[in-house]
Structures are given as C-alpha cells and as structure tokens.
C-alpha cells in the first residue's frame, strides 16, 4: 500500500532522535515561557497615565498640564524626567516654551483677565473675567480660545505642542486651559492625542497598541523582560519592539528592510509572479509576454515550450501562427543587453525568495481557516468525532497540530526574509539554508499528514459506512493519531533548532 | 458689497490697512470679494527689488484668522524664497502661523524677506543654488527682473 511507504518515510533515522531530544529543548518552547504581558485598554492606559502624572505634578510641585507636558518631552520616562529635572530645571522648562521659573504666583496653565482688554484675535473689547491667557499676559477671549483650540485639534497630535497665540511667546497651552476653554468634543480629541503619546511618544518599551485590524487594546509588558513576540487577543500575532507581524526569526532590522523591499518591488513581483512560470528545461523564470503561448526559455537553454501545457512547443507547431507577431520581441529578449540582464538577476533573485515568503504566508493563512473551522461550533471537530465514534474532547491533539503549524509557517515565511538579507560573502548561507530545508520537509510532511491523510481517514471510514469492520475505525484512528503527535513533535524539534540557529547568527547579518 | 457675513474683525483690519497704510505696502479687498485682496509692495531701498513695484494677491479662507491667509506673487520675481509661481516660503504663512498675526504683519514680513533673501531655507532650488554660488551675479539677476517685470507698468 502506498501509505505503508510514508510511514517509512518518516521514520527514518533523523527524526526518530529528535524525537527522543524533544524533552530536553522543552523550555525553549515560545508557548510556555512568554508569558510577561498582558492587556489593557485604553482606560487603563489613561488610568495609568494619570497616576505618572499626577506623581510628578506632585513631586515637582508643577500642575498637572505641565507635568504631562515635561512627561512628554523626556518621552513620559518619570525617572529621566527627574534627573534631568533635578540636574537642570531651567532647561527642561525651556524646552517646553516655559519661562525659567514660574511667574509670581507660581506656575499658571490658565488665568482670567482683571482689567477690559481687546481680544487681538477678534479685536472686541471684553470686561475682567471674559478673557483667559495661558498663564502668560497674553489674554484672548473664550470664543477665541475655542476656535484656536479647535483648530489645533483639527491638525492632529500636533495641538499637544500647542502654544499662546501671541506672536513669539513659546508658552504652551496645556490640559487646564484646553478643559476650560474648548468645545467638549474638541476636549476629547485633545485627551485621545495625550492617550496616544503615552504610548505611541512614550519610551514604548513597555505598552504598545495592538496593530491588529480594528483592535483597541494595548499590550503591557513587566518592565525589564525582554519581550519579543505577543499574541493578542484579538489573535493578531505582533513583534513588541517594531509592531510588525510577528518575523520571528528575522530581526526587527532585517524585516524593514525585507517589508520595504516588498512595497517597492512586491507588486512588480507579483505580478511576475502571476505571469511567469518556470522554463520545464532548465528552471529558469520565463516571463509571460501578452497572451502568447509560445515561450523560449533565454540563453544557454533556449528551450521553447508552450505556457499553457508546458510542453515542448515542437508538438504544438499548429498553434505557431497565433504568436509569430511576437518574434521581435523574442530576439530582443536573447539579445539583452548586460545592464538588464543583471537587473533581471536580481529581480530574479528577489522572487525566489518573495515567492517562497508569499506562498507560506498563504499555507498559514489557510491553515489559521482550517484551525478557526476547526474550532467553530459543531465544526470540522465534530464531524471528524462522528465519522471515527470519537468525543471531540479528545482531538485536541489536532489542533495542536494546526496551531504548530500555523506557527511554523510563519517563521518559516520570516526565514526567507532572513536568507534573502544575508551576504554569501561573509554568511554560512548554506547552513541556514540546510536548517531551513530540514525544517521545512517537517513541516511539509505534518501539513500533508493534517490534511490529506486526516481527509483520507475520513474517506475511509465513510467508505465502509455500517459495515465497518470491529476495531478497524479504531484502529485507523490510532494510528492517524500516533502519526500526527510524532509528526507534530518533530516538526516542533525542527523550528525550535532553525529560530536558535536563526538568531544566534543574527549579529552577522544585521551589523 | 458682501459685507453682511464677514468677521468683525475682517472688517476693522481693512479698514485700517486703508487708513493707516503702512509704509511701501497698499492692500485693498475687490469689489466682487472682500476676502479677495490686491497687494503692492515697492522693493525695499537697497535690495536688488530696489525700483521695483511688485504685486501680489492675498485671500483670507474661510478659517481666517484662525488659519494663514493665502498670499502670492504676481510679478515675476527673482529670490531664493519665491518660486516661480509666486509662492512664498516664510514660516508665518505655515506652521508659524498666529491668529495673532494680520495681514498687516504679513505683508511686512514679505517685504523684510526682500530685504533679507535666506538661500538656506530655499523654494526655488537653482536661484538659491545660484545666490550661494554667486551671490553678485545672483543679485545682477534680480537687479535685471526687477527691471523687466517690477517696472510698474
Ligand atoms: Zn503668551
Ligand atoms: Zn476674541
Ligand atoms: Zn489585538
Ligand atoms: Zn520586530
């Protein structure tokens, strides 16, 4: 039988000592030790931002406005706040536009007028307590604060630098004076920017938003841990130092750099991609020009075949007159000239990797589909409990499996990333590429175990219907099962040996 | 006249540039569009847009004080800051924009750039280019455009 011979497979020698490895890799397993994070929300943050706040209004003996506004300048850091405080007050307050000490009553974030003054926005005449300044002896009146404020909010997180509309007085508007003059929902938008800042401004080495689609919550680390990866609730797996999908074992610098390449080129790339397929020869990339079928591989191959069948164009002679009006072009492509021929290298270097990149990205997308089915409510658990007489409670050996799965595709995606950034000058690339490809034929062969043979259980059994012959669903059950769990362990092995391999020769790719 | 909607202070600001004109400077808002002005300004005494009398139009948007108003060259003019389109490149009519600003600062500030060309914050890449590598010839050109186009006519 031919499943008898994948059993042979994929016991042969190399696995079966991973297997017995397994136990002694165990604290490696990213699962069970990032566990230094948690959730918050927006409140929380603010709940959080406003006891900082309030600690160093206190300390400083500052209000609040202009503590949030010295916070935000030394990027909400309290501690370096301080020093730099205590070291020299006359500059921190200098760099928030404030005079190097407060005025005679202290420092002010708003103050009524005592005397009738015009308003030099809108040049009326206003009586004492119909005017506001910013603690400065610049006063405007309310409707003028109002539509100034408004203005500044309609500019974005901008308005938190906001400063006295008097022409060269750097005093900053701050909290205070934004909830006494502005319109409520310009207040609002106003405590959204401080929120922000928080986390967006803030040394951000311990909350950041979550970057899923349509998510609010924000992730909290303990400071000090050296968090790397974070799965939200939401499900979106992020990195917690740059916010990029979680890349694993690329660097934070390497995937920049790889996620710029692919704004750039990725959609020449895939669009390539989409048109071009490999000469049946030599391999080669031969792209697909207009709708003709007829394609001569470049030299030395120069093999000529058909698009659509990839078969030798010889048998396809009756077809010749539908792409004779492209025989320009054709020698124009054999007769290249250096410059592009190289620009094509690269492109095609470029696409053997995006290529790669892209397809495990779709396998883990797909993947993430069939584990989410999975898991629904009288999903693919269910139907598979029935056909094989089998409680769901006890499949969660397969999801197990799709969750690792889903896992390794993304790093493996991540390590194409990798490999495409390394200098085959000064990189061991072929190690990287040996650990990559061992960890790979795992993966292919727990994917096609999870998909297919799972299929093929289900088939089986459906095929023998009530005359199923006693123990034989059992049987076949167990066997499903045994295979998958090792599988699942060896593939585990395979990708907790590529990230190590991965990121402990990172420092030579990203210097 | 459209007087009826326009801010008070739209109005007491024209009416004193009308007045009280400052010096070399003349504003004053179309018939059709009080937003709408038409500015002149004489090239300050010993800049290269000495002679010159060079207009310009000024609009307050809708947003006025609270956002710049919109200010442009129509004379051809030869500067590191003004491109040939006749936009300006000063930070009040930006970023640095007051509502406690007017357009009577404005305007004087445009002439004090006459005075005072800044080829390091520059619009126009070649004049300012030109200004750092020769600032003698650079000048002789403005001299010469001043001539051809400020004339007054
Ligand atoms: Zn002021
Ligand atoms: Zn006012
Ligand atoms: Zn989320
Ligand atoms: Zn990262």
């Not at chain 1, 979106?236 to 979680?246: L, N």
């Not at chain 2, 004087?108 to 520059?122: E, F, G, K, V, Y």
Request: proline content about 5%; hydrophobic content about 35%.
């Amino acid at each position: 039988m031919a499943r008898k011979s994948k059993e042979d497979d994929y016991c042969c020698d190399a696995d079966d000592d991973d297997y017995e490895d397994y136990n002694s890799t165990d604290e490696d397993n990213p699962e069970e030790c990032e566990k230094d994070y948690d959730f918050v929300t927006e409140d929380d943050v603010r709940r959080c931002q406003d006891e900082v706040t309030a600690e160093i209004s206190d300390r400083l003996s500052v209000p609040r406005g202009f503590a949030a506004a010295f916070l935000r300048h030394c990027r909400w850091d309290a501690e370096r706040l301080e020093n730099e405080w205590f070291a020299d007050e006359r500059r921190v307050r200098g760099a928030v536009g404030l005079a190097a000490a407060g005025g005679l009553d202290g420092d002010v974030p708003t103050a009524l007028n005592s005397l009738p003054l015009t308003c030099a926005i809108c040049f009326d005449i206003y009586a004492p307590g119909e005017m506001r300044s910013a603690g400065c002896s610049h006063y405007y009146c309310h409707e003028c604060w109002r539509g100034y404020i408004r203005a500044a909010v309609g500019n974005g997180a901008r308005c938190l630098l906001l400063r006295c509309p008097g022409p060269g007085c750097t005093v900053p508007v701050v909290r205070e004076l934004v909830d006494a003059a502005a319109a409520g929902e310009d207040r609002a938008r106003y405590a959204m920017f401080v929120v922000r800042s928080f986390v967006e401004e803030g040394t951000s080495k311990y909350v950041r938003w979550c970057p899923g689609p349509g998510c609010t919550l924000a992730v909290r680390s303990e400071s000090g841990s050296r968090l790397y990866e974070v799965t939200c609730k939401c499900k979106h797996v992020f990195c917690f130092r740059c916010g990029e999908d979680a890349h694993r074992p690329a660097s934070c610098e390497t995937t920049r750099a790889w996620v710029d390449k692919c704004r750039s080129d990725g959609e020449t790339s895939s669009w390539v991609l989409a048109n071009t397929k490999h000469c049946p020869e030599c391999r080669r990339a031969i792209e697909k020009n207009q709708g003709c079928n007829h394609m001569t591989c470049g030299a030395p191959c120069y093999h000529q075949f058909c698009w659509l069948c990839l078969g030798s164009w010889a048998d396809h002679s009756g077809n010749f007159f539908h792409c004779n009006r492209y025989a320009a072009a054709k020698s124009e492509f054999t007769e290249e000239k250096t410059r592009e021929r190289q620009a094509r290298a690269s492109l095609e270097r470029f696409l053997h990797y995006y290529e790669r990149f892209t397809a495990h990205g779709a396998s883990m997308k797909k993947a993430q589909e069939d584990l989410d089915n999975l898991r629904a409510d009288g999903g693919g658990l269910y139907q598979l409990g029935d056909a094989i007489g089998v409680p769901p409670t006890e499949l969660d050996f397969l999801l197990e499996a799709y969750a690792r799965i889903v896992e390794a595709r993304r790093v493996l995606r991540w390590t194409y990333a990798h490999v495409y950034h390394l200098d085959p000058a000064r990189d061991n690339v072929e190690f990287y590429e040996y650990l990559q490809g061992e960890a790979e034929k795992s993966l292919e062969r727990l994917h096609h175990c999870a998909e297919e043979e799972r299929d093929l259980l289900k088939k089986d059994l459906y095929y023998y219907g009530a005359a199923i012959p006693a123990g034989y669903a059992a049987g076949k059950y167990m066997e499903f099962r045994e295979k998958l769990c090792h599988l699942n362990l060896v593939t585990r092995n395979h990708f907790s040996t590529l990230v190590e391999g991965f990121e402990s020769g990172m420092a030579e790719v990203v210097s | 006249m459209a007087h009826s909607n326009l801010p008070r202070r739209i109005i007491k600001e024209t009416q004193r540039l009308l007045s009280e004109p400052a010096p070399g400077i003349s504003a004053s808002p179309t018939e059709e569009n009080m937003r709408y002005f038409n500015v002149m300004i004489l090239g300050p005494s010993q800049s290269p847009y000495e002679g010159g009398v060079f207009k310009l139009e000024l609009f307050l948007p809708e947003e006025y004080p609270m956002a710049p108003p919109k200010v442009r060259f129509l004379t051809k003019i030869y500067h590191p800051n003004i491109d040939k389109l006749g936009r300006i490149c000063l930070d009040i009519l930006k970023d640095k924009w007051s509502p406690a600003l007017q357009i009577r600062t404005v305007l004087l500030s445009i002439q004090a750039l006459l005075s005072a060309p800044n080829p390091d914050d520059p619009l126009a890449d070649n004049v300012a280019k030109h200004w750092k590598s020769n600032e003698t010839e650079a000048v002789e050109t403005a001299k010469e455009w001043t001539r051809l186009y400020a004339s007054g006519e």
